[in-house]
């Protein structure tokens, strides 16, 4: 059983930026593709980026590509986003998630294990 911790979250003006780590424990960390998902207020959890199991290959849905950067560190079992150019419609809880293979995936009903969330806040 994985676990997974996000941390990193908070309250930004519009523009600003912020990095949210999320700290995986329980499996071998390479082994698994690892994405960031997002849920506002009243609507369904979307994907926002995807990263592969050694980084080498990224994804991210339309509206955050050019703002956030999904990165990780295997050697500290740790996965990014970096968000920067933050928008009032990023305001959500961000979870990250993990999901057992070697390539990315997009879709929620791949991740296996799911973080608890942080949540994100962008003031106009």
Do not use: H
């Amino acid at each position: 059983q994985a676990q997974l911790v996000e941390s990193g979250g908070g309250l930004v003006q519009a523009g600003g930026s912020l990095r949210l780590s999320c700290a995986a424990s329980g499996r071998t960390f390479s082994n698994y593709a690892m994405a960031w998902f997002r849920q506002a207020p009243g609507k369904e959890r979307e994907f926002v980026a995807a990263i592969n199991w050694n980084g080498g290959s990224t994804y991210y849905a339309d509206s955050v590509k050019g703002r956030f950067t999904i990165s990780r560190d295997n050697a500290k079992n740790t996965v990014y986003l970096q968000m920067s150019s933050l928008k009032p419609e990023d305001t959500a809880v961000y979870y990250c998630a993990a999901a057992q293979g070697r390539s990315y995936y997009i879709y929620r009903s791949t991740y296996d294990y799911w973080g608890q969330g942080t949540q994100v806040t962008v003031s106009s």
